[in-house]
């Protein structure tokens, strides 16, 4: 079988590339890793023509040829290293059109490795708005290779760019020419060391010269020849580099001279600029950004109130239903105290979860999110940390698993390993549901001047919480962890543009998908284990849990209904859940909570939402009215031994700072695992974490108890 005809996508970051990608490729796209590394890697296949299909790769973004993280170094070794098996037939070189000069940069170091190119021009909308006209049939007849315009986001040009691609893979065409005169830089030893590495390219041989003792496709014979030759020229890769650069830039001038032509020589001030000076001013740009965290916090409440409410009576009307319509017994129980409360009690919280991502999602779009990385570098730098850890921190109230992949970005080792380990502090889409169901319990539903709820700045607060003591936990760990390695905080800030709505609905239904996929088959698994353990217990205690309770029956007919709600308290609580719960009570019981709370929070390390649907499981296994009462309302009137109400105020807000700060997540470990490849650093985060989660939750409850 043939290898498929392979494009790679290349580019500067915010050139548009994963837009193109996903309007190549639509939904024929999967995620994989890069082999022997932890980059992702997204492929997928386009139809380019009836008769031609070619697979896509999308490589990480890059500003040139010479890498700094890990991500820019797997484009490195995809490109350079031609038994690479993801090296492409052909490359489509991604350039900004409003940042041109900057983006022919990275393209003559592409068309230098003699691999067949075509420039695809983004951001031509934005160049106009700027005064900036491009001649692209110049360009690239100066370039010698094909360019085409393109508007990904709204699918323009897409089909000019088929026909590029389509009359390049059947050119006949040999080679490309040089951009540039690379042996009249270097000198006779080029074409050796080429000849050495059997490469076809002399900007590639200069790659080898620069980095011999890293490539792994140079053997061990090839770097010793290499080495001797360029000890015996005087070889100083420093000075090689800084001249090939200058070289570039100089045929670069005199392309833009005669492409480009600009209204006005001074550079005119569009809308982004405009923005700018007030969303990134010192003062109010920090203003505005707490401003759109609190909207942010005070929708997830307000907008998801009525599909919330409707989703829960719509399992109250399943239960009830179901309780009219199926006999008692063993069957039913396992159906509706079981199965239905299991998922019925994280099913509520979808529509908060669909409204978080679509609300982070136009933050992005909009290309407001870049510029809170922009505002909070000053705060990282406080830290130990700088803008670029920003990023996945922001991911992390998403999913920490991802958050934690983007990290690689980072080129600085230290700085990478402290983002890693405070990054789950930060509150993800998983603490959502156990912090609004707490938050609706414990903390009254009041509003101050008609626009501040209550609840909803609880809300944030646990968000800022989070936030400040990842920032306190790095600032710790910058001193413990010793590195004389300095980065530099570089990044371009991307134009401001409409969202687009129709990603926007497709991404918050995607999430809603994958949660409850994702979510659910965890939830189901547990509901069932958790109600086997809730609905049976050692035979001799159960034993006399019927016997005590059928005699009080007897005795006392007239209270058939306490007696009956007492009793299914008693065979919870003798079953095998309830002794599971009551050995880690003593534990526990310091920061408020019951042997009920004790049993979800060892449930919920495989997930922390998996906290509500196991208090669904438990507050309804036995319950004689199954369906009657929503679990708000059967956790509102949930009593201890004692009479007094489990989820006071102290209690509720000892739970909420326990979930702040607690790793109760084991994809989280694992991948912290795989990312820093030992176990040495999640068994310290899990420890450090699960500290400060029980000491802070302890405070809590005493302060307010």
């Known amino acids: 079988m043939s290898r498929q005809y392979t494009i790679a996508l290349v580019g500067n970051p915010n050139s548009g590339k994963s837009s193109l990608f996903n309007a190549l490729t639509g939904l024929n796209q999967k995620v994989g890793n890069f082999p022997g590394v932890t980059v992702d890697k997204k492929t997928g296949v386009s139809k380019i023509s009836e008769a031609f299909t070619a697979s896509i ?16 170094q797997v484009t490195y070794e995809v490109l350079l290293n031609q038994e690479n098996i993801d090296r492409p037939d052909l490359i489509i070189v991604i350039a900004d059109a409003s940042n041109l000069k900057r983006n022919l940069l990275f393209c003559s170091q592409i068309i230098d490795l003699k691999i067949p190119v075509v420039i695809a021009l983004t951001m031509m909308d934005i160049a106009r708005q700027k005064g900036i006209t491009i001649d692209t049939a110049a360009l690239s007849a100066m370039m010698s290779v094909p360019v085409v315009t393109v508007n990904p986001r709204r699918n323009r040009g897409i089909g000019l760019l088929k026909k590029a691609i389509i009359d390049q893979q059947q050119s006949k065409r040999t080679s490309l020419p040089d951009f540039i005169d690379l042996p009249a830089i270097t000198g006779e030893w080029l074409q050796e060391v080429k000849l050495i590495s059997s490469l076809n390219s002399n900007y590639g041989a200069l790659h080898v010269a620069c980095n011999y003792n890293e490539l792994r496709y140079i053997s061990a014979a090839q770097r010793i020849r290499i080495a001797a030759l360029l000890g015996e020229a005087g070889f100083h890769k420093s000075k090689i580099q800084a001249e090939e650069i200058m070289h570039r830039y100089r045929k670069i001038d005199t392309i833009m001279q005669r492409c480009v032509a600009t209204d006005s020589p001074m550079k005119r001030m569009v ?68 199965l239905l409360a299991g998922i019925s009690g994280i099913a ?41 850890s920003v990023m996945p921190l922001i991911s992390g109230m998403a999913c920490a698993v991802p958050a934690i992949m983007a990290a690689r970005t980072i080129q600085n080792r230290k700085e990478r390993l402290i983002t890693i380990m405070v990054t789950p502090l930060m509150s993800c ?66 134009v401001y543009r409409q969202p687009r709505w129709k990603n926007v609905g497709t991404t918050m239904i995607e999430k809603g998908k994958i949660f409850i996929r994702d979510v659910g088959k965890v939830i189901i698994v547990l509901a069932l284990v958790l109600w086997a353990l809730a609905a049976f ?33 008693a065979k919870l609580e003798h079953s095998f859940a309830g002794i599971m719960g009551h050995s880690i009570e003593p534990l526990i019981r310091p920061l408020g909570y019951d042997w009920k709370i004790g049993i979800a929070l060892i449930t919920s390390f495989a997930a922390r939402e998996v906290f509500v649907g196991t208090m669904a499981t438990l507050y309804s296994v036995g319950d004689m009215e199954a369906g009657k009462e929503t679990l708000h309302e059967k956790m509102k009137e949930a009593k201890r031994d004692d009479g007094s109400p489990v989820y006071t105020l102290a209690a509720g807000l000892s739970l909420l700072i326990f979930y702040v700060f607690a790793m109760q997540c084991m994809s989280t470990l694992a991948i912290v695992k795989r990312e820093t490849r030992s176990w040495k650093y999640p068994v310290i985060q899990f420890v450090y974490m699960f500290s400060i989660a029980y000491l802070s939750a302890l405070f809590v409850y005493q302060i307010f108890k």
């Not at 679509?358 to 406080?382: H, K």
């Not at 159960?542 to 029956?553: G, H, I, R, S």
């Open 57 to 72: 790769i999308d490589l990480p973004g890059t500003y040139s040829l010479y890498p700094k993280s890990a991500d820019e």
């Open 271 to 338: 809308v982004s600029d405009r923005l700018d000076k007030v969303l990134l001013h010192p003062v109010y740009g920090n203003l505005i950004l707490l401003g759109v965290l609190f909207l942010l916090f005070q929708s997830i409440f307000w907008l998801a109130r009525y599909p919330m409410d409707w989703v829960e009576q719509g399992f109250v009307y399943a239960g009830n239903g179901l309780n009219a319509i199926l006999p008692a017994g063993i069957f039913k129980d396992l159906l509706v105290n079981g």
């Open 348 to 388: 509520i919280f979808v529509p908060q979860i669909m409204i978080l991502f679509g609300l982070i999602t136009i933050l992005e779009d909009s290309g407001y999110m870049a510029r809170i990385s922009f505002l909070t570098d000053r705060i990282m730098r406080s830290a130990g940390l700088n803008g670029r």
């Open 429 to 494: 889409s998983a603490r959502l549901p156990v912090y609004t169901m707490l938050i609706a319990l414990v903390v009254p539903e009041h509003t101050f001047l008609g626009v501040f709820n209550l609840q909803g700045l609880v809300l944030m607060g646990l968000y800022l919480l989070g936030f400040f003591m990842a920032l306190l936990v790095a600032r710790v760990m910058n001193f413990l962890i010793t590195s004389k390695e300095r980065t530099f905080f570089l990044m371009e800030l991307p």
């Open 537 to 569: 217990g050692p035979p001799a205690e159960m034993k006399a849990v019927e016997e005590k309770y059928t005699a009080l029956a007897r005795l006392h007919p007239d209270q058939q209904k306490e007696i009956d709600r007492e009793h299914a308290t």
